[in-house]
């Protein structure tokens, strides 16, 4: 442990005017100079950081080519992978966002969860394969879903419902 955080088993290489940054597995955060806030975990997380701040990889080379991404969250076997730039987005699940370089604020979770998209913003994929086409835009699931349903909301205080009825194809 020493001023520019905490790196254990090969992670720290290059480290030269970072702090507070946390790295746990073999060439974790292993090109980091400058950036800050960091906590990645797994071989090659985070490996191409030299800037980017605020970010948590976990997994098998989790944001993996990041060189200046700043405040991403990334969990799973290189999820947000190719990420080179992109700012907030959240990964959780195998090769979540995984084609992801410049994209911002964009959501997966689920196994290859939105992995397709390069540039895309405000996109979120949730569930099995749910890649999205274009940004600002919401997917549930693949094309295999056949049903989304829901239930009745009380708002409270209002007297009013929201109902949601199932979509079937």
């Known amino acids: ?3 520019q955080g905490f790196f254990y088993k090969q992670t720290k290489n290059r480290n030269e005017t970072g702090s507070r940054n946390t790295a746990l597995g073999a060439q974790t955060l ?11 975990s797994g071989y090659r997380a985070l490996y191409f950081n030299t800037e980017g ?11 993996y080519r990041s060189i200046t991404g700043n405040r991403n ?3 799973g076997h290189q999820s947000l992978r190719n990420n080179s730039e992109g700012t907030g987005n959240t990964s959780n ?6 084609q992801n370089s410049t994209g911002d604020y964009n959501t997966a979770i689920g196994y290859s969860a939105n992995s ?5 913003n405000n996109s979120t ?3 099995y394969n749910a890649d999205n086409s274009a940004s600002n835009s919401v ?6 879903v056949s049903s989304i349903g829901g239930q009745v909301i009380l708002l409270a205080n209002t007297g009013m419902q929201i109902h949601f009825f199932g979509l079937n194809n």
């Open 125 to 127: 994929g949730i569930g």
């Open 53 to 63: 701040h605020s970010n948590v990889a976990q997994g098998y080379q989790a944001l």
């Open 116 to 120: 397709l998209g390069t540039d895309f």
């Open 139 to 144: 997917k549930l699931g693949n094309s295999n």
């Open 30 to 40: 292993y090109s980091n100079t400058s950036g800050y806030n960091n906590a990645a």
């Open 1 to 3: 442990i020493n001023k």
């Open 93 to 98: 699940g195998f090769r979540s966002l995984y």
């Open 73 to 75: 969250s990334s969990v």
